[in-house]
């Protein structure tokens, strides 16, 4: 795609967000007073939601160390991965839980401003509230990390975080404050957020539903993240459940590049839910 | 029985190579793209026996960790050319990071050096796959798209 239609395209979404008024109010967080956040499914949801794969510092002393810094090379310029540890300084360690809480379900800042889509929270947004809670505990046990973020690298008019109000309108609303019942659909759509890289985008970034799980272009990289769509994947239940525990595919090649960190989080899930995520993709025949 | 075994094996992984590496014009890459497949082909001998698809031949699971480990040797060599095509999954930063790349091929080699020769009976090819996949996945993870 041509650069110059990219700036067309992002003036004619510079030109809609200054004519929307965006209705910034939300329920708040619904959280009980009296909840107590159990920090063991913290950890689980840590895993699950993959925040290490993106987050974790570019050379990290421990395993779990949020300085961020990873580079994603995209059509719209580069982001890098921020500092999420609890540095208060650089990193979220001065955040009230009402500050991740609205990262996660709008895809906002304390300030207000936008987050970047990069940042997966049309699929957080579905997560339960105490799940929010629950993992905003255990991200608190993790070491601060005092390394600044880097400034992301996004050519005008891709750096105007105003324009991402036009995208949340068109593909990160409608799910809002959903919650998921479905502990396979759970773990899939909201947690793992597969969706992100394995289902192809169209030219404004959004994801082509109607194509789910069918593989697309790598935005990072070269090549094509693969379809684990079953009718393209083949695999059986026994075979995904192997892949997310082992990262060993039936043909026992070893899950590389970011597939490799995102298996060191399925392999640390418990059984029955890497049996959920395999049921989910199989069903997906029956839609 | 055995000749049987390592013909059908061989006849997957020449099978497997093929099928992999078809539109792949450069010989550096498609070298190494069949060296791969070689190892992930004598890692599904070791898995096939783990879980017990077929019965657990000593000789032939230390013929085959003995096989990761020489085909892993060769690493070095096979990546020293920076060759690239469409179709190579290789990250460029190999040839940034040769050093360090060789290096966790060289671990690799002695891991399975180590297993070859501890290598009793079925019990242990858990720990085998434990311990070889996961010297695969180190290298994969920073250095394979």
Redesign the interface.
Known sequence: MSRPFFFLLGTIFVSAAAFIVFDKDYPGTQLPAQYVADVDNGETLFYASGCRSCHLSTNPNSPNELGGGEAFKTNFGTFYAPNISMSSTYGIGSWAFEDFYVAMKLGQNPTGSNYFPVFPYSSYTMMNTEDIADLWSYLQTLPAVDTPSKKHDLGFPFNIRETITVWNMLYADNAKYSLMDDRPTYLVEALGHCAQCHTPRNILGGLKTDAWLKGGKNPNGKGKIPSIHPSDLKWNKEEIVEYLSSGFTPDYDVAGGKMASVVENTSRLSESDRIYIAEYLLRLNDE | MRSFVVSVVSISLVA?AVFAHSGVNNEDVIKRMKQ?SEM??N??VL?AMMKQQQPFDLPLAKAAIAKIGELSAETGKSFATKAED??S?A?PIIWDEFDEFTKLADALTKDALQLQSSLKGPEDLRNV??TL?GG??QC??K???
Do not use: Q, T
């Open positions: 497997s791969m992930a082909s890692m599904k898995g469409p179709k999954e990250k796959m434990a996949g695969c996945k994969h993870s250095y394979r798209e």
